[in-house]
């Protein structure tokens, strides 16, 4: 299979346009220049020798001398061309050779003989010559000077474009503070700022991003604005309905407002770490029996396979915040078994895989990751979609990379990626 191409970059595309196009332009006036001067040199040697011409042949036919002017009488250096032509009754004039130098002939008709009459050639040829290599290096010049200045105006624009580019998958990877810098390109008319096509580009991605910062955080705000309102007098009613008699009625009762109270938190949560402000308390742990105690913590039926134990530094609350909500989220929208696998690999990072052998996870959470309140995999149940986006927050409070995917036979898989733990004189916390 045939690798493809590297791609040229748009600075190069731009320079070796602009070398091409005055390569091109170069060439068609050098051809109109030469053309131009080789008419009029050869012309200005051609009407001399003609002169000559007729005035040999006014002293042939009187019989005159004809001592000074270079004329011959058929002479057998005389080109085909021209002595075809004068043997037709008419005159002409041709280069051609002399006792091997280059000449300019014209020849006509003089008493059934041929009268030919030479100019030296070789001068105008050289000055020809000279001139053709003058013009020849000064387009090769023009070309490499313009070819330079379009590289560094590609340059500039590619780096530009390069810079906004960035910009946009910062943008896309979170963080909305981001932005390009608007003034480059931008120049002062009477008091307007007039913008060429990079910065407009420029301008409009900060401008989104702005747009996209205000309405994620107007988001946010309302998010966390519900989640307190709704505290308060959701515990007023968790506490009411712990006063009404046993019986079915109040089971159902109190498992809907325990839901609704685990939403409430849940949205909470989500605030704090939308907000920027956690922060991870950091100690440094045996993973296997962290995670084992983390697992069963949740009380829910789960595999834990250690692999690889190792030392790892890391919020053991945060990590058993995470660990419970995959787990749930497996079995909620997955099927048993469940499996939790912690292994090592080369380097000294550690990992965590949390598997289910349900449906798996659907294409548009593997592509956008996990998004609140979407949870629309087929076969996957429904749900607020929380867990999981609490789940790759805290993730990032701790600096841990998650990866969604779906195991090869079938099944939702999460792997959680510790970086190597540096060495340090302290023990492991139990």
Known sequence: MRRPRPALSLRWKISLTVAAVCCAVAAVLGVLVHNAVARQ?????????R???????????????REGINSVLDPPELPDA???????????????????QPVMWAAAPADHQI????SPYRNTRWTLDKFDTAILGSAVLAAAAVAAAGLFLARHISRRLTTTAAVARRISAGDLDARVDGTAGQTQH??????DEVAAVAAALDSMAATLQSRLQAEQRFTADVAHELRTPLTGILASAALLPE???????NDRLRALHRLTEDLL?????????????LAAYELGPLVLHSVRTTGLDADVR?????????DRRRLDRILANLVLNAHRHGRPPVTVTVDALPGGASTIAVRDHGPGYSAELLHHGPQRFRTDAPGRGRGHGLGLTIAVGQAAVLGIDVHFGNAPDGGALAVLTFPPTPPTGAGPTA
């Open 41 to 49: 040199t050869v012309g200005q040697v051609r009407k001399e020798t």
């Open 51 to 65: 002169a000559d011409l007729d005035t040999a042949l006014d002293l042939f036919e009187y019989g005159t001398s």
């Open 82 to 100: 021209l002595r075809q032509l004068v043997r037709k009754g008419r005159r002409g004039s041709m280069v051609g050779s002399y006792r091997g």
């Open 115 to 118: 009268m030919a009459v030479w």
């Open 190 to 195: 009477g008091g307007r700022v007039a913008q």
């Open 247 to 253: 019986g079915r009625p109040k089971e159902m009762i």
């Open 269 to 281: 949560e989500i605030s704090r770490l939308d907000s920027g402000t956690e922060h991870a308390d």
């Open 306 to 314: 250690i692999h690889a134990d190792t030392v790892v530094e890391t």
